[in-house]
């Protein structure tokens, strides 16, 4: 077993204060091992990004960490929870020990800005010492990591393609060689051409590094190609954490198997898309039993009474589904 780097538990984040509050993310526990790529798929509004803002402590107004643990490994074995440290000692890990790759580049970078200017920011503010000369070296060495040629430094953001902006980016987080690099949805708003070859680059450089990853996106079927271990949310929760290689060729519950039969294969024989009726439910106004059973064409009785927990099934999977059996503790 790899070492643990980042282990979530037990996490619980709102939106609002008082009986107006809504949980959008419900008792998530996760773990992330050195070197690993962890998915995290679901639909719009499952939970994904608030759970990796909430893990980081960059919520924004009105989301409240309600509860939880994020203990992070450091590198000489000990750990702190990323919940509880000060401000300054936060300040002084990220970017060094955890960096995040913000959904939509064009919305993250700063558009009256050359890019060399916001890759220089970064290194100036977090590595204070370094001199003009480096970090201006270092910023051409960046974006050379993620292949795009030295001279692109002088260009604004809208003069760049969407793929270009998306490996700024990633050049950006990797500007103090973290050991954990958050991505949310980094591809969402590109063509499949330029989804491939962003993630050919972040594959290639995770070997070359050895940084691990939190990939999140609405595409299961991206995750299954290059993740380890994916964890699938629905209204806030974990519902099925497996290998890319068991989720994909058996899911076990019925979510899941929903989201890999809404994309059409890229390669084999054509196959009908079934998709998931139905829309994911309001927060405000959660169903009982298991929050899925409305949608879901293999549910009976128990599941519209009874909440199914996350623990190991009789085939050593974790899921939490009433058509399969689990132990927990």
Not at 223 to 250: C, H, K, N, P, W
Not at 271 to 277: D, M, N, P, V, Y
């Amino acid at each position: 077993m790899k070492e643990r780097i980042l282990e979530v538990r037990g996490l619980n984040v709102d939106y609002g204060l008082g009986p107006e509050s809504v949980r959008a993310v419900r008792d998530v526990d996760l773990t992330l091992h050195r070197g690993e790529v962890l998915g995290l798929a679901g639909e719009s509004g499952s939970g994904k990004s608030t759970l990796a803002y909430g893990m980081t402590r960059l919520l924004p107004p009105p989301g409240i960490v309600a509860g939880g643990e994020v203990i992070y490994t450091l590198d000489d074995g000990s750990t702190v929870d990323l919940l509880r440290i000060r401000d300054a000692d936060l300040r002084r890990l990220r970017w060094s020990e955890i960096a995040i790759v913000f959904q939509g580049a064009i919305n993250s970078l700063n558009p009256v800005q050359r890019i060399s200017t916001q890759l220089v920011d970064v290194l100036k503010a977090h590595s204070a010492r370094s001199t003009p000369k480096a970090r201006q070296d270092r910023a051409r060495e960046l974006l050379g990591l993620v292949g795009i040629a030295s001279d692109r430094l002088h260009s604004y953001p809208h003069q760049l393609s969407g793929g270009m902006r998306q490996r700024v980016m990633i050049a950006m987080a990797l500007a103090l060689e973290p050991r954990v690099v958050i991505m949310d949805e980094p591809t969402t708003a590109l063509d499949v051409v330029v989804q491939r070859q962003i993630l050919r680059t972040l594959v290639e450089l995770r070997e070359r590094l050895g940084f691990s990853v939190v990939f999140i996106t609405h595409d299961l079927s991206l995750l299954v190609e290059f993740s380890d271990r994916i964890a699938i949310m629905y209204a806030g929760q974990v519902v099925e954490e497996a290998t890319s290689a068991d989720l994909y060729r058996t899911p076990l519950h019925p979510y899941s198997d929903g989201l890999l039969h809404s994309f059409p294969a890229l390669k084999g024989p054509r196959r009908e898309l079934s998709g998931i009726a139905g829309s994911p439910p309001d927060l405000r106004s959660m169903p009982g039993g298991c929050p899925f059973h409305p949608r879901c064409g293999r549910a009976m009785d128990v599941c519209a009474t009874r909440t199914p927990v996350l623990g190991q099934s009789t085939a050593g999977r974790s899921v939490a589904c009433w058509l399969h059996p689990v132990s927990v503790g």
